[in-house]
């Protein structure tokens, strides 16, 4: 299986931050790579499919960047309503796919 | 818009059986491949079964396979999973998801229907 690792585990930031959450493949996989938010209670959103393709309705302070086997999101100026996890996500084996573990984005 | 509501969880002993549903709306459903991915309480995602379109084709992980068992009825525009054997680590939120069109991720996902095992 392909093993996605994602850094930091948390993340404190402050309002009007930007930031930059890592996911590293075990493996190449091209850029069949896709991120989601999760805010507390709800469910997972997509935000980011192939590395770098927006997605209508998502803000466009988020953005993806990378291929093979290193991927960032990047958010440009936090706002109140980003904090919560973010997971990554490949497509490269599906329907094998794997998730990260997650990055917590929260309020310092 | 599109909607997806799960429902059947609860609570169930060591070794038992649940059935889940999935009733979508807002799309044509039999045109999309549909997955349940679940979510353990320590927040990890894992997708445990997936299906095409037509119900022909399936798919899952070594961790459920030979216990769990995805379906879908297009004419009432619904997924099911039928899970037996239920062990304590099945314990999970399980959701409801829709693969896009032309791109593997997961479009949209359901509000999730909770699931227990317990001895």
């Known amino acids: 299986d392909i093993v996605l690792t994602q850094s930091p585990a948390t993340l404190s930031v402050t309002p009007g931050d930007s930031v930059s959450l890592s996911c590293r493949a075990s493996?190449?996989?091209?850029?069949?790579l896709h991120w989601y938010q999760q805010k507390s209670h709800e469910s997972p959103r997509l935000l980011i499919k192939y590395a770098s393709q927006s997605i209508s309705g998502i803000p466009s302070r988020f953005s993806g960047s990378g291929s093979g086997t290193d991927f960032t999101l990047s958010i440009n100026s936090v706002e109140t309503e980003d904090f919560g996890m973010y997971f990554c996500?490949?497509?490269?084996?599906?329907?094998?796919?794997?998730f990260g573990a997650g990055t917590k984005l929260e309020l310092k | 818009d599109v909607k997806l509501v799960e429902s059947g969880g609860g609570l169930v002993k060591l070794g038992g059986s649940l059935k889940l549903s999935c009733a979508a709306s807002g799309f044509t459903f039999s045109s999309y491949y549909m997955s349940w991915v679940r979510q353990t309480p320590e927040k990890r995602l894992e997708l445990v079964a997936a299906?095409?379109?037509?119900?022909?084709?399936?798919y899952y992980p070594d961790t459920v396979k030979g216990r769990f068992t995805i379906s879908r009825d297009n004419a009432k525009n619904t997924l099911y999973l039928q899970m037996s054997s239920l062990k304590s680590e099945d314990t999970a939120l399980y959701y409801c998801?829709?693969?896009?069109?032309?791109?593997?991720?997961?479009?949209?996902w359901g509000q999730g229907t909770s699931v227990t095992v317990s001895s």
């Open positions: 493996q190449s996989i091209s850029n069949n």
């Open positions: 996500q490949q497509s490269n084996s599906w329907p094998q796919l794997t």
């Open positions: 998801a829709k693969r896009g069109m032309t791109f593997y991720a997961m479009d949209y």
């Open positions: 299906i095409n379109s037509n119900g022909g084709s399936t």
